[in-house]
């Protein structure tokens, strides 16, 4: 595997938190501590676009691509509404007065997590919320949703990854397998594994159709990780740390391919926060507390 450097996009005054896809596979957003939410196109280097400014630090995007709407958390106000065509804000509701770590959306829910331990379902068309889920009184982190087998599986800070029932939101299993904070969690594209991640470093590659079974452990980083993306063709998944490195596996064998970092790819010099890999020419983008973005061609 060649790792290329293609393009770093900076604009950004503080850390990038957050990236999301756009309504086109070459467009993304971005946010984070600035409040500003920022869409990029791949084919423009550096060409950035300011879509929305929010009065506080953004840790949760979702693109809504039935209703090409974007969802934006605020963090202590709650949610901002916007059309994507327009770049109007459409409604906004205040949810809650605790951080927003992630937003999913499937079908008519959407799913937001927040710092206090609740998870927050919202009714997409009404925009207005169904039911509370508390679970724990740790951070909600991260939410996978696993459409094939009808559960959503979520990353707490009480170290646990607990599985919810998709259709009556219940409490299904509760697997503990990390010694900290679980941070980040990617279903695999054909749901047979769950990738999980956090503040011990490890990677846990949990078995789904064996009760989320221990299928792997994996010390992947020298500090906590981040984040989890898999590549559009499902072959490989990128880890990204606060070791300031991002690493390429084989999503197969869930061996260890590339480490891009610092030293060998002119990589990130602080905590690299999240991924996101296009289908547009298979580019993994990457943003940091260095308050820049890198694009990254994988050949």
């Known amino acids: 595997m060649v790792v290329e450097k293609i393009d770093t996009f900076s604009g950004h005054r503080d850390c990038v938190y957050t990236l999301e896809r756009g309504s086109e596979s070459f467009q993304f957003f971005s946010a984070g501590g600035d409040g500003l939410v920022v869409r990029w196109d791949l084919r423009k280097p550096d060409a950035g676009e300011l879509f929305a400014q929010i009065p506080a630090s953004i840790y949760a995007l979702c693109f809504d691509n039935i209703k090409n709407q974007l969802w934006i958390g605020q963090n202590f106000e709650g949610i901002h509404l916007i059309d994507v065509e327009s770049k109007e804000e459409i409604n906004s509701i205040k949810i809650t007065s605790a951080s927003i770590f992630d937003i999913k959306i499937h079908n008519e829910n959407a799913f937001v997590g927040l710092s206090d331990g609740t998870i927050v379902v919202m009714d997409v068309e009404r925009f207005t919320v169904k039911k509370h889920i508390k679970a724990s009184d740790k951070s909600v982190r ?158």
């Open 142 to 299: 991260n939410i996978a949703i696993n459409s094939l087998m009808s559960e959503f599986a979520v990353a707490y800070s009480d170290f646990s990854v607990k599985i919810f029932d998709l259709i009556d939101f219940s409490l299904k299993l509760v697997v503990n397998q990390h010694t900290n904070s679980v941070f980040a969690l990617s279903y695999s594209p054909d749901f047979h594994y769950l990738i999980t991640a956090g503040r011990d470093a490890h990677l846990k590659i949990l078995a789904v159709n064996q009760e989320y079974n221990l299928y792997k452990d994996i010390p992947a980083h020298l500090f906590a990780i981040n984040d989890i993306k898999f590549s559009p063709n499902g072959k490989y998944f990128a880890s990204c740390s606060m070791d300031k490195s991002i690493k390429i596996w084989d999503a197969e064998e869930f061996k260890l391919l590339k480490v891009i970092d610092k030293s060998r790819h002119a990589g990130h010099g602080t905590s690299i926060n999240k991924l996101w890999w296009s289908e547009y020419e298979n580019l993994l983008v990457s943003a940091s507390d260095d308050k820049r973005i890198s694009v990254w061609s994988l050949l």
